[in-house]
């Protein structure tokens, strides 16, 4: 068997001017570990250098789209790790990065089901359009697990998402592809088993038009978001969140899969 070193996590397809970019680790629910997010960041810049490809749809093989973290990884290392890598991620393996700076202007469409969980909820968001199979439910994990939701916070507020926005940044509680096509984060909810069919035919009417066209107003749009984002993080990094006692209480809880202690606000 393969090392997971050389494991490809990562499918890439190309049709008609659409690539399909799926996470495949589907035993974990797409948890995204630090190799996860570099095969990412590679598929992402494969397409952004192909000519021939237009739109992309970002999806999840198996039964969930993303289960967030893989915190056994990036949640729970030590003191000195996160202090040398200013955070949970590892070197070059913020996900932060992949559509705000592996792809220049080209749209991307998240395509989603099952569950979409704090740092997948972070990579959807990021997305220019996103369609969502009914009952998909989401969730802002970072909320509860103590890191903090300043940038979703912001992503949602740009998307419209106004009081709604605020009150999951600061709940963190479930909320379902309904709610999120109400509350204008989404673009569509697709009936059961039909999400990769909207989403290609959503693709297909966004690639029928001239690419550098399209391509000037993600560029707009990227740049207003990354406004957004940028000072919701410059907000919150002084705060080093990934370092307080409430952090490693929620992780170390969810390893042991156990209620978190009471927290301490420290």
């Known amino acids: ?18 690539v399909t970019i799926a ?45 967030g973290a893989d915190v056994h990884q990036r949640q729970l290392r030590s003191r000195e790790e996160f202090e040398r890598l200013g955070g949970p991620q590892g070197h070059g393996a913020n996900s932060g990065d992949l559509l705000m700076q592996s792809v220049n202007w080209k749209p991307v469409i998240a395509a989603t089901h099952g569950y979409v969980l704090g740092l997948g909820l972070g990579m959807v968001l990021d997305c220019d359009l996103i369609v969502a199979e009914e009952g998909t439910q989401f969730q802002l994990t970072e909320t509860s ?6 940038k979703h916070w912001a992503q949602f507020h740009f998307r419209g998402a106004g009081a709604f926005g605020d009150e999951i940044a600061f709940t963190g509680r479930y909320f379902t592809a309904e709610e999120a096509l109400a509350a204008n984060i989404i673009n569509k909810v697709a009936p059961k088993g039909t999400m990769m069919d909207v989403a290609w035919k959503l693709a297909e009417a966004v690639a029928a038009n001239p690419p550098l066209s399209v391509r000037a107003s993600v560029r707009a749009r990227r740049w207003y ?8 993080a410059f907000q919150q990094a002084p705060m080093k969140l990934y370092l307080s006692e409430d952090f490693h209480e929620a992780a170390l809880a969810f390893k042991e899969k156990r209620k978190p202690r009471p927290f301490k606000g420290k």
């Open 23 to 67: 996470m495949n680790r589907p035993e974990k629910l797409n948890a995204v570990s630090d190799e996860v997010v570099r095969q990412l960041m590679t598929a992402f810049r494969r397409f952004d250098a192909d000519p021939d490809a237009w739109v992309a749809i970002f999806c999840g093989r198996g039964r969930a789209f993303c289960s």
């Open 1 to 18: 068997m393969a090392d997971a070193e050389e494991r490809s996590y990562v499918d890439y397809e190309i049709k008609d001017h659409i």
């Open 225 to 232: 978001l990354g406004e957004y984002v940028r000072e919701a």
């Open 145 to 150: 697990r103590g890191l903090g939701s300043a």
